[in-house]
Structures are given as structure tokens and as C-alpha cells.
């Protein structure tokens, strides 16, 4: 695991309110069916992801595919964060 899925995870958790931990998010789960996440706690999940990494998301260009798992949503973000 590394420390942008980590974080990614972290930020999922924060807007989830606690009903899952770090370790219970599975990296390759449909964060909409397998943890409910709607279209509020979609936004502060991107306005957390925005902030832990000190970037702004494209959203324009930000596609649905990117949203499907953690893993997927850290390699987008990955692309962004400069090394």
C-alpha cells in the first residue's frame, strides 16, 4: 500500500462518519454500491481529497471511472500530485 491510497482511504473514512475504518476499505470496492457514498459525501470527498493534497481537482475532466474504487481515485490522484 502506499501513502496516497493511504490518505485516500483516510479522507473516505472521514466523510463515511465512522462506519468503516482505514483498515475495513477495501482498495478495489465501488465506493457507491459497497459504501454509500452520495452525491453530498461525493462533493466533501473530493473537497477532502482537494485539501489533504493541496490541489484542485480538475472537474471538468474528472470522470466517473476515476470514482469507481480507491485505488482507481489514488492513481488519478497520483497524476496530479507533483512528484
Request: net charge negative.
Amino acid at each position: 500500500m502506499d501513502e496516497v491510497e493511504d490518505k485516500v482511504r483516510e479522507v473516505l473514512v472521514g466523510v463515511l462518519a465512522g462506519r468503516f475504518t482505514a483498515e475495513q476499505v477495501n482498495l478495489h470496492a465501488d465506493l457507491v454500491e459497497e459504501y454509500g457514498l452520495d452525491s453530498l459525501q461525493m462533493i466533501s470527498f473530493l473537497l477532502g481529497i482537494e485539501d489533504t493534497f493541496d490541489l484542485e481537482l480538475d472537474y471538468e475532466n474528472l470522470e466517473l471511472d476515476h470514482l469507481r474504487s480507491v485505488a482507481q481515485f489514488a492513481s488519478y490522484v497520483k497524476a496530479l500530485v507533483p512528484a
